[in-house]
């Protein structure tokens, strides 16, 4: 199955990820716990010597160079070169009838790490992670003992330094893979699977496959489906292939389909919000006309006879859901609107007056703003014809300049204004989006940007 949404993050998105991961990542091995070391060696000319290395105290651990490359069927490996790390603790020795005890210190260097990160989506279509390989190697440890012996340890300092160096391998694997699952599995399960919008309706984010990693970039392909709580439904047509473009000017790029959009359509066209009703209550004063059959008597005198100087009421629906298309030129679509009007009886009963149908030209812009989508309609002259009448026939062109007006100024600012709340994109938490770019191509919406992560 196509995608109905695409989510790429670059290198530059990836660079990003893992300088922030890195710093996380620095502070956690900075509170490896190590266990004491007790064994026992034979020195020359002094015989079997027992040692303890007790209260191992990492002073801090620093992971000044790092990368994070793609590995295509695999996900991520994440280096690390020229790592460092100290650590202090206390030794004790005895041997013969001799007992002494001091402190030491232990200069770690040149550490290189190799971690690899499997991605993969659950039955939920949620995004997975986990440590599929880690390798750890310490190739130069520089240990110091103090005390009146420490004469003594300094003899059979390389046994020490290699089991201190076996130890930390061991943990900063222990430690890198914990990590993962524990605050980066957590984490990447922030990414919405599905956004409930308003009371009427939902995205459907959920990965039909796994992240695909690319020599250039992480892809996620999202359903990108538009749903109704109350009616989910089969959508009638599948989303077509999407041609990404190789942009690597941002650090993360969505690329929104006309499927995407589509479903919207028929999403609140199931769950009934395309029908709005115009009144004299919802013309603003600045239209300069009243809502009554005076005024469209003009056009039908037929009104006049029947329903004088009566209030009048417009109801306007969408008898399929509007189908919009995306090329280069930006968003446009024709919707077909239903307008029913009726009078207003003195005992608040309707009297049905006349059916019109109206087509009319609209285009979108797009934009983001706070990690939504938002945009606005521009529309066009509307055309009009009769589908039925209950008060005769009628020319409906002399009525076309009186409807423009007033879908313009009643119905155009109610739709710009959900618009206007936008609709969520597919964000990790604490993700703020900068450097918005948008461009339209054939069949889907690119919409480009920088990334900033805000710590707790």
Known sequence: TNPGFVVRITQA??????????????????Q???PDISGDTRVLRVGKVHYELSRLRLRDFHLPYSRITPVSNVGLQVSISNAFAELDGDWRVKFLFIRDHGSFNLKVENI?????????SDTTGRPTISTSDCSAHISKVRALFSGKLGWLYNLFHSIIESRLRKILEDKVCENVAKSVHNELQTY????????????????????????RATPKSLDADLKGEFYSLAHRSTIPFSPLPLAFPSDHERMVYFGASSYFFNTAGIAYHKAGALVFEISEATIPKEAGFSLDTSVFSAFIPQLEEKYPNMPMKFRLSTPTAPFLTIGPGGISFQPIVDVQAYAILPNSSLAPLFLLSLVRNVSAVINVRSGRIVGSLDVGRIRLSLKDSAVGTFQVRTMQSLMNILTSSTLLPRLNARLDEGFPLPLLDRIQLSNILVRFHQNFLLLGADVRFQPQ
């Open 13 to 30: 998105g990836l660079d990003y990820a893992q300088e922030q991961g890195i710093a996380i990542l620095e502070k956690k091995l900075a």
């Open 188 to 211: 990447i399960r922030t990414l919405p699977v599905t956004s409930r919008i308003d009371d009427k309706t939902g995205i459907d984010y959920s990965l039909v496959a796994p992240p």
């Open 32 to 34: 490896l716990k190590l």
């Open 112 to 120: 290189y790490i190799k971690i690899i990160l499997r991605l993969g």
